[in-house]
């Protein structure tokens, strides 16, 4: 069952980075009833309210992972330095010996990870689902959690993925931290007919669809040659492209195809460390996806590829990335990247009315970063944004809210117990490290 509501909080005198449409910066309090901001300004009333004297902290809106793996965190290192051809392999193998049980231990591994990182919502893609949902409800964070889905004779899965998909939902419609939807893996295992179940399936229930879409140049040239078309052009055409959808990596398009996501309001999740570690190549076109008018935000993959799930590690090399490429040093700029990994992330979800930034009505998501830390040095209004997009370190988080509630205090999770989910996971890893490929 949910928890009941937190009592009233209140922050007093943070530095608050609101996120609004002037992206304001500067000395605030904030009051928080019912999981909602119901005042954000100076002189916050106080009555009845647990107070937090916020003068040492900036009040930072919770940070979208807009495309993550989290189960997959006892794996992390166990595919290392290998082309995609090669992680994958063993990436597969393991996953035939993965049970209910170990997707929900590497669940919890994954969601305290992003919870003591300041993440507040993820998007997610994988099997076992409910696995992931029990783990996210447990310790608080919210979960927009996408059951694969893949051709049956592609699969592992017990039954038919798109049943399997249509249960999912079932189950978590209306809880209010898990938000389930339909996960169409990607081209190389989805047939039309997969890909148009998927989508039908996902408009009968109002939820999102997220897919893999264009991530490797060998993707593209063998989806190319097996159907006359690219994967963008090919989709679009038979009828899938539309919106409430997020397409993650999107790195090999063509301008016609950028258009078309734009034109089709279709979201794109960029994972860059992600890409830079398996080597895709080129490097995603997330400026002219933005100028064209799609939505944006930024993902971190799974630890296998990544090998963190640190959304302020994302924003620097996201950042670094794209100046360096395109010789500009203006090029997705600290604000912009914030912008990413927040507002942008939340207008992924369909939820930036909601999410994404500190302002009376929205959801009481949000981190308090320290302003001693190191790496906040100076702790400056005028250059805090810089400091998160480029400097700050995940241990300068110190407590995160959930809908008000706090879910990291002082660096500890509150909801859960670190050690033993930490023994959980190193149990679930040596049985999983066991079954790599021989000579992996």
Known sequence: MPSPPAPPLVVADALVLRQDARRTVGRADLRIEDGRFVHVGPGAPRDGARVIDGHRFAAVPGFVNAHAHVAMAPLRGIADDRELAGFLEVLFAVDAHRTEADVEVGARAGIAEMLLGGTTSFLDLYYFEDAVARAAASLGIRGFLGWAVLDADKTTQ??????????????????????????????????????????ELAERHGALCHYHLSETRREVSEHL?????????????????????????????????????????????????????????????????????????????????????????????????????????????????????????????????????????????????RLDHPTLLPARPEAIVSHLAYAAADDAIDSVFVAGAPVVESRRLVRGEWEGIRADAETAASALWASRPRGA
Request: aromatic share 4%; proline share 4%; with cysteine.
């Open 158 to 199: 017990s039954g038919r993925p798109l049943d399997n998909a249509a249960g999912f939902l079932g189950r978590w419609a209306g809880h209010p931290l898990v938000t389930p939807l339909v996960a169409p893996q990607g081209v190389y295992v989805c047939s039309r007919d997969t890909w148009l179940g998927a989508r």
């Open 225 to 369: 040659e097996r159907t006359g078309r690219r994967p963008v052009d090919w989709l679009d055409e038979i009828g899938f492209l539309g919106p409430r959808q997020v397409a993650a990596h999107a790195v090999w398009l063509t301008g016609q195809e950028i258009d078309r996501l734009a034109r089709r309001s279709v979201g794109i999740a960029h994972c860059a460390s992600s890409n830079l570690k398996l080597a895709s190549g080129g490097v995603a076109p997330i400026v002219e996806l933005r100028r064209a008018g799609a939505a944006v935000g930024l993902g971190t993959d799974s630890v296998v590829s990544n090998n963190g799930l640190s959304m302020l590690r994302e924003m620097h090399l996201a950042g670094l990335v794209q100046k360096n490429h395109r010789w500009d040093a203006t090029a997705l700029s600290a604000q912009e990247l914030l912008d990413l990994a927040t507002l942008e992330g939340a207008r992924l979800l369909g939820r930036a009315d909601d999410l994404g930034s500190i302002e009376v009505g929205k959801q009481a998501d949000f981190s308090l970063v």
